[in-house]
């Protein structure tokens, strides 16, 4: 059985050899353009300008304008937000650090789908308050309290940590799907390619399905 990547090689070199610098090929990950490349060099046989062969965030990030924000940093400027609306109720960042991750993962998430955050945390907010409503026959503890009042308050921290990220020109990877899928007809980007090679993809998020099916 033939490899994926070499039956795409085949069909670079059968359909697309005399332009193949002014080619974009876009896989799912970075690992496979390695080997693409290597499958190119058996099938031309020559030397050749070999085309763009990028992974999908790497594409993404072409087309948000944004750069991809270190782990570390995003969950420092995220607790500055925290402490910035929480206040006197905020955790310590030692605290904050073993959860905040889990926040920051369920941002991601949410902007990968491109999530009505709004109505997202509206709704939170207010099943939140029918629990507390639910529950207020006995008073809340002091830590359930401060938890509902926290739970309030997650669009707020969503949004002003977007802000914050944005200003810097930086972003977490699902920040900079929602964002390309904004931007991307202003992006100058993809106007140096004569074709566009979309390969290997089995799943797709909600932005990757809107910019593919353009293109």
């Known amino acids: 059985m033939t490899p994926f990547l070499q039956y795409i090689a085949k069909y670079i070199f059968e359909h697309h050899a005399n332009d193949t610098e002014h080619l974009c090929i876009v896989l799912p990950n970075k690992r496979g353009a390695l080997y693409l490349k290597q499958h190119l060099a058996l099938a031309f046989q020559k030397t050749i300008w070999l085309p763009t062969i990028i992974s999908a965030e790497e594409l993404v990030a072409e087309l948000s304008g944004l750069q991809q924000a270190d782990s570390i940093d995003l969950i420092c400027d995220l607790y500055q937000v925290y402490v910035g609306i929480l206040k006197e109720?905020?955790?310590?960042?030692?605290?904050?650090?073993?959860?905040?991750?889990?926040?920051?993962?369920?941002?991601n998430e949410a902007d990968r789908y491109l999530v009505d955050t709004d109505s997202l945390y509206q709704n939170l907010k207010e099943i939140k308050e029918i629990e507390n409503w639910s529950l207020s026959a006995d008073d809340l503890t002091s830590t359930q309290q401060d938890y509902i009042d926290f739970m309030f308050q997650m669009g707020t921290i969503y949004k002003e940590f977007s802000k914050l990220?944005?200003?810097?020109?930086?972003?977490?990877?699902?920040?900079?799907?929602?964002?390309?899928?904004?931007?991307y007809k202003e992006?100058?980007?993809?106007?140096?390619?004569?074709k566009i090679l979309i390969c290997g993809f089995n799943a797709l998020n909600k932005a990757e399905t809107i910019i593919f099916r353009i293109w």
């Open 89 to 107: 109720k905020a955790e310590t960042f030692d605290a904050f650090a073993k959860w905040g991750t889990l926040m920051l993962q369920d941002f």
């Open 165 to 183: 990220l944005l200003q810097k020109k930086q972003a977490y990877q699902g920040l900079m799907y929602r964002k390309s899928v904004e931007g």
């Open 187 to 194: 992006s100058a980007y993809i106007n140096q390619f004569s």
